[in-house]
Antibody
Framework: QVQLVESGGGAVQPGRSLRLSCAAS????????MHWVRQAPGKGLEWLAF????????YYADSVTGRFTISRDNSNNTLFLQMHSLRAEDTATYYC???????????WGMGTTVTVSS | DIQMTQSPSSLSASVGDRVTITCRAS??????LSWIQQKPGKAPELLIF???SLHSGVPSRFSGSGSGTDFSLTISGLQPEDFATYYC?????????FGGGTKVEI
């Protein structure tokens, strides 16, 4: 079945970097756009970034523009989120989600938790 | 950015109740509106897209309506597994934005 599994989260100090991964299976990864969404503890969902199926179209939320980079490896069915200059307010569970069409997110992973603290 | 405002932020209901959650967009988003369910400790799940289209496998007791700026999600005959938090999300343009969520409690 369609599955997304995030990894790479953990505890990190402010100002450091972290790279998240999302392993996709059960569908033709190279033909679908993908998203990253996060949820701070006890808060709602916040969209972060989108990449088209081939990486040619990429969009970011203002809150992460210039610090986070979304990318993908279609040969290995993996989505990435490179995060730099991490701040305490980046503490959250990070989800990857598959794009169904027109930015509709039809499948979500279980998430990976990032804690930014000194 | 398009702001999405949900109401109520929480509600209490009983099994079998009919529940309606509303979502208002700060500008016309036509029918580019999804509803997402999230249970504690679980991945979010898509319920409805393009305002009223039921995602595959979603029970028919869930329905959505609206267009432009005003939308609603209705659960007809609340079941125990429906107690969760519900989010609306506009997919009209980036940055994609979510409502603040509605927690449906027993």
């Amino acid at each position: 079945q369609v599955q997304l599994v995030e990894s790479g989260g953990g505890a990190v100090q402010p100002g450091r970097s972290l790279r998240l991964s999302c392993a996709a299976s059960g569908f033709t990864f190279s033909t679908f756009g993908m998203h990253w969404v996060r949820q701070a503890p006890g808060k709602g969902l916040e969209w972060l970034a989108f990449t088209s199926y081939d990486g040619s179209d990429i969009y970011y939320a203002d809150s992460v523009t210039g610090r986070f980079t979304i990318s993908r490896d279609n040969s290995n069915n993996t989505l990435f989120l490179q995060m730099h200059s991490l701040r305490a307010e980046d503490t959250a569970t990070y989800y990857c989600a598959k794009d169904y069409a027109q930015f509709v997110m039809d499948v979500w992973g279980m998430g990976t938790t990032v804690t930014v603290s000194s | 950015d398009i702001q999405m405002t949900q109401s109520p932020s929480s509600l209490s209901a009983s099994v079998g109740d009919r529940v309606t959650i509303t979502c208002r967009a700060s500008q016309n988003i036509r029918r580019y509106l999804s509803w997402i369910q999230q249970k504690p400790g679980k991945a979010p799940e898509l319920l409805i897209f393009t305002a009223s289209s039921l995602h595959s496998g979603v029970p028919s007791r869930f329905s959505g309506s609206g267009s432009g700026t005003d939308f609603s999600l209705t659960i007809s005959g609340l079941q125990p597994e429906d107690f969760a938090t519900y989010y609306c999300q506009q997919n009209f343009r980036t940055p994609l934005t979510f409502g603040g969520g509605t927690k449906v409690e027993i």
